[in-house]
């Protein structure tokens, strides 16, 4: 029999390890902030998009929860805005031209991800339908009936929608590329 000694040392290396490795990893604010606001899009973008599909009777009750599901993502997302500031953030690692891209497409999901709410909220507003969170606690509005801006913000808070699916397109797209195709530890800093 031919001894081939390369081959145990292959797989000495190949075999996995107890070792663990260390991830820098976002604060724990940051990524509980991330978690539910990306749990309340996911229920609330669809809910959004098929409400036009939705029985008259039921129509109001969807609108009402779609709305209150946006109101909170608002108040989120301003809380990450001040979590981010005061929190920090880890290391970016990678290519200049990825960090530029993943910046980027960071900061136009925060802008939209406070867009959206807020065109959302002064659209029904002005549409002449209040928001009663969760149909419990009527909520102030700056702007009462105004039908000639109603369009205006609706369409605003439909466009900030699709862009918004677009940029999540992209994250998740950035995500399978990480964790699936490079396979370095990108995805563990925020889990």
């Known amino acids: ?82 979590n981010t500031l005061t929190a920090g953030r880890p290391h970016a690692h990678g290519a200049p031209l990825e960090r530029a891209a993943a910046s980027t497409v960071h900061a136009l999901l925060y802008v939209l991800l406070i867009l959206m709410p807020i065109s959302g909220f002064l659209a029904t507003n002005a549409h002449g339908f209040p928001l009663t969170w969760f149909g419990l606690v009527p909520i102030w509005s700056p702007i009462a009936k105004s039908p000639d801006i109603a369009w205006t913000l609706s369409a605003v808070h439909a466009w900030s929608a699709w862009i918004l699916l677009a940029l999540f397109a992209m994250h998740l797209g950035a995500v399978l590329l990480h964790h699936v195709i490079k396979r370095d530890n990108t995805l563990y800093r925020i889990l």
């Open 1 to 82: 029999m031919v001894d081939f000694p390369n081959i145990r040392a292959m797989a000495a290396l190949t075999r996995p390890s107890n070792a663990t490795i260390e991830v820098e990893r976002f604060p724990a604010t940051s990524r509980l902030l991330h978690w539910a606001v990306a749990a309340l899009v996911l229920a609330t973008w669809p809910l959004g998009f098929f409400i036009q599909f939705a029985n008259k009777d039921v129509a109001l009750d969807f609108y009402m929860i779609h709305e209150s599901l946006g109101f909170l993502v608002l108040w989120l997302m301003l809380l990450r805005v001040g």
